[in-house]
Antibody, heavy 122, light 112 residues
Framework: QLQLQESGPGLVKPSETLSLTCTVS??????????WGWIRQPPGEGLEWIAT???????YYNPSLRSRVSISLDTSNNQFSLQLSSVTAADTAVYSC??????????????WGPGILVTVSS | QSVLTQPPSVSAAPGQKVTISCSGT????????VSWYQQFPGTAPKLLIY???KRPSGIPDRFSGSKSGTSATLGITGLQTGDEADYYC?????????????FGGGTKVTVL
């Protein structure tokens, strides 16, 4: 049974770097056709995709966040991580990690973690 | 403002049908498969439809998906109070050169 679980601080100060980790259980993140991503949802708003990484290390970033975001894999611990720098109050959101299934022609998100609320405040 | 346009809300009586549109361009929906997600308040989104119209195991056939040109549609028949949720479409977008995933702005379904 695949499970994803986000972890990290729930409170980050403005201008600092937000760092989150997603621990994956039930499947190896080194699996062909599996992508791993981060999605956030500000309170009362819709879903915003942040970044996705393929098991090979290929990365995809939201153009509006690209200059501040980094996504990486930790295969030894079956985890992947997100770093978002220079945060402001606008980055306050529930951050969720998710698994995407992908092939040469199609992709979809099929598993999600429960999400973690990160508040940016001094 | 999302790259994919969805109506903010739709509503219908129990047992009726609703459709949710997701409008895009040739840089996203027009050349990529669309997936749909259901989200109840305070919970993680759940995959409803993938590859434009396919349903994962366990999703009832009351939910259907279709795509035509640069628009996709989610249909819900036999509407139930348990269907009250937010619904999002999603797909890849290449309008800025690189591949980036995009979600629609979301549609709230209300059962009258």
């Amino acid at each position: 049974q695949l499970q994803l679980q986000e972890s990290g601080p729930g409170l980050v100060k403005p201008s600092e770097t937000l760092s989150l980790t997603c621990t994956v259980s039930g499947v190896s993140i080194n699996t062909n056709n599996f992508f791993w991503g981060w999605i956030r949802q500000p309170p009362g708003e819709g879903l915003e995709w942040i970044a996705t990484i393929y098991y090979t290390g290929t990365t995809y970033y939201n153009p509006s966040l690209r200059s501040r975001v980094s996504i990486s894999l930790d295969t030894s611990n079956n985890q992947f991580s997100l770093q978002l720098s220079s945060v402001t109050a606008a980055d306050t959101a529930v951050y969720s990690c998710a698994k995407m299934y992908g092939s040469a022609t199609t992709n979809w998100y099929d598993s999600w973690g429960p999400g973690i609320l990160v508040t940016v405040s001094s | 403002q999302s790259v994919l346009t969805q109506p903010p809300s739709v509503s219908a009586a129990p047992g009726q049908k609703v459709t949710i549109s997701c409008s895009g361009t040739s840089s996203n929906i027009g050349n990529n498969y669309v997936s749909w997600y259901q989200q109840f308040p305070g919970t993680a989104p759940k995959l409803l439809i993938y590859d434009n119209y396919k349903r994962p195991s366990g999703i009832p056939d009351r939910f259907s998906g279709s795509k035509s040109g640069t628009s996709a549609t989610l249909g819900i028949t036999g509407l139930q109070t348990g269907d009250e949720a937010d619904y999002y479409c999603g797909t890849w977008d290449t309008s800025l050169g690189d591949w980036s995933w995009v979600f629609g702005g979301g549609t709230k379904v209300t059962v009258l």
